[in-house]
Each structure stands twice: as C-alpha cells, then as structure tokens.
C-alpha cells in the first residue's frame, strides 16, 4: 500500500507569495495532520482535520490555513510569506483523530525556501 | 499544557554499545508518549508508543523505552547499536489524541564504528 505522499518535494518562493502544499493520506485514514519542522528543531503542530472538519490548530497565525476534501487529501495553504517560513512541512495521516490504538503515519515532507 | 525535554542534543556511542535516549515529559492528563527516528531528508518513523497498560514498550528495530509516572520520563535504549541506526530521534507527548502534539527538540545519534 502507498504511504503518506506529499507534493511538491521542493519549493522555492520569495517574502510576500503564497504556498500551496498537497498531502494523500494513506487509504482508509480520515484524519490528516500538519506539522512545521524549522532546522534543528522539532516539528510543529499547525492543523488536523478529521473527516474534513478542524479538530485542532496550533499556535500559528492565520496566514496559515488548511482544509481537507472529500477523499481525505489536504493542502496547507501559507500566505504573505515570511523568512521565518522557511522549513520542512510534514502531513501525517491516520485512521481516527487519535484514539489509543490508532497511529500516525508521517510523509516524506515538503521542503520549503523563502527567499 | 504539555512540554518534553530531550537531554542532549547529540550522544555518540560505539558500534555494539548500549543507547540510550532520554526523554522526560510534563503533561496536566495521562500522557501518549512516542518516539520517532527521522533520517536526513526524511519524515518521521515511529519507534514505539505508549498510551495505557504495560510500562515497558516494545518497537521496531529493537528498541525499548519505559514510562516511569514518578520520574515522567520515557527513556529510549536499544542493548547494542547498530550502524543504521544514525539518525535523529524525536520524543513526543500527546494528551489523549493527536490534537496539539508536542515533540521535543530531538536528539541525533552517531554511532562510531
């Protein structure tokens, strides 16, 4: 089975742009998850969203914004691009919103450059 | 509110030689716990997870780790590296669901040969 694919692998855009990222989940999961991973820190919750409603937002300013279609796929979109933008930018999927035997599978990610 | 504080950003160990990670964690509910490797230009793998029961967790790739409630920690150790396991390790906390995931600052392993 295919895992968690995100697309594009790399972008390159400049201070003041906007982003569109894609993420698939793995079938069958409804839930999607966005994190932020700046170099040599841990990731970042931003989003999830559960059979495409928002179940939860990180401390993110609303530049930063998501949602989830009918098949499951997501797209992270940023706005007004900053410097500080600049980082790798996970999805992860899984089965439910979190329960206690469910688990989170992470795609490769999307490596974002603001110039 | 929930944190996790990962000691050592680098640890180096000889091939064979025992790891060890360590992780601890705060959180106002009972805590998920998880680690996840990441290779370069990869995303995260996860190691293994605890959520209730059984304080000794079993992963993948022969890892371990051991919620102790005391001490609120969630230490990661394998008996013996490996080579293949370079990489960056990420301890998590998470307070029920996946909603709000902490991850810690990580921790990069290299093994000597």
């Known amino acids: 089975d295919a895992g968690v694919t995100q697309s594009p692998t790399h972008l390159i855009k400049t201070r003041g742009q906007q982003v569109t990222l894609r993420c698939s989940p793995i079938?069958?999961?409804?839930?999607v998850s966005w994190y932020q991973q700046v170099l040599g820190q841990g990731p970042q919750f931003i989003f999830q969203y559960y059979e495409k409603e928002e179940r939860g937002r990180g401390n993110f300013p609303d530049r930063f914004s998501a949602r989830q279609f009918p098949n499951y796929s997501s797209e992270l979109n940023v706005n007004a691009l900053l410097l500080g933008d600049s980082a790798l930018y996970l999805c992860?999927?899984?089965?439910?919103?979190?329960?206690?035997?469910?688990?989170?599978?992470f795609g490769p990610g999307t490596r974002l450059t603001v110039l | 509110a929930q944190s996790v504080t990962q000691l050592g950003s680098h640890v180096s160990v000889s091939e064979g030689a025992l790891v060890l990670l360590r992780c601890n964690y705060s959180?106002?509910?009972?805590?998920?716990l998880f680690w996840y490797v990441q290779y370069p230009n990869q995303g995260l793998q996860l190691l293994l997870k605890?959520?209730?029961?059984?304080?000794l967790v079993k992963g993948i790739n022969g890892f371990e780790a051991e919620f102790k409630k005391s001490e609120t920690s969630f230490h990661l150790t394998k008996p013996s590296a490996h080579m293949s396991d370079a990489a960056e390790y990420f301890c998590?906390?998470?307070?029920?669901?996946?909603?709000?995931?902490?991850f810690g600052t990580g921790t990069k392993l290299q093994v000597i040969p």
């Open positions: 992860a999927s899984s089965r439910t919103s979190g329960g206690r035997t469910d688990t989170q599978y």
């Open positions: 079938s069958g999961h409804k839930s």
């Open positions: 998590a906390v998470a307070g029920g669901g996946y909603q709000k995931v902490t």
């Open positions: 959180s106002s509910v009972p805590p998920y």
């Open positions: 605890y959520t209730t029961g059984a304080t």
